[in-house]
């Protein structure tokens, strides 16, 4: 839901609430207020929430690059298209789409992840862990609780794994 969305809805149930005390004390000035309280929060709360799990998610994650930095929304149209792709299963033109966004915007996390995962989908093990690999050496960048990071850090840990069995597999069957 955008903002757009909450302050429309948050306005909706405000003016309910102010139609029904007004039903029960016939005071036209409490509907009014009321129905203009309800505009002026539908204008405040959505701000609100979007400041306060911002500051949050700071708290929790740190302090990084935001979905909503510059640099993310100059490549939105990009990142939507590419994410069209992969649901479209249209690997080879997906992973095309993101080494573009990474080549315009090497220190986005989010499209190298989403890299490493159209590699793993796409049964490229090897460069999804070489994507992966790459997230967890720039965490100085990224910070080192970047959720992106703590998945890419896991994620290695397992197809590193998942890799040695299958050369062992193939040791063992030579």
């Not at 039903?23 to 505009?39: K, Y």
């Not at 080549?103 to 999804?128: D, H, T, V």
């Not at 960048?141 to 840990?157: C, I, K, M, N």
Request: proline content about 3%; some cysteine.
């Amino acid at each position: 839901m955008d903002d757009r969305q909450i302050r429309i809805c948050f306005q909706v149930f405000l003016s309910m609430v102010m139609i029904i005390v007004f039903s029960f004390t016939g005071e036209p000035l409490v509907l009014i207020g009321g129905l203009l309280m309800a505009s002026l929060l539908g204008y405040l709360v959505p701000s609100g929430v979007h400041f306060i799990s911002n500051v949050f998610g700071q708290l929790v994650y740190g302090f990084f690059s935001s979905d909503d930095s510059y640099e993310y929304r100059s490549f939105q149209d990009d990142m939507d298209k590419a994410k069209s792709l992969v649901r479209g299963e249209e690997y080879d033109k997906a992973i095309h789409a993101y080494r573009e966004i990474i080549q315009k915007s090497p220190l986005m996390c989010e499209p190298r992840y989403n890299l490493a995962q159209i590699y793993w989908r796409a049964g490229y093990p090897g460069l999804a862990l070489s994507e992966y690999n790459g997230i967890v050496a720039m965490k100085d960048q990224f910070g080192s609780t970047h959720p992106l990071v703590l998945e890419s850090e896991r994620a290695t840990e397992e197809l590193k794994s998942m890799l040695s069995q299958v050369g062992k597999e193939s040791l063992n069957n030579t």
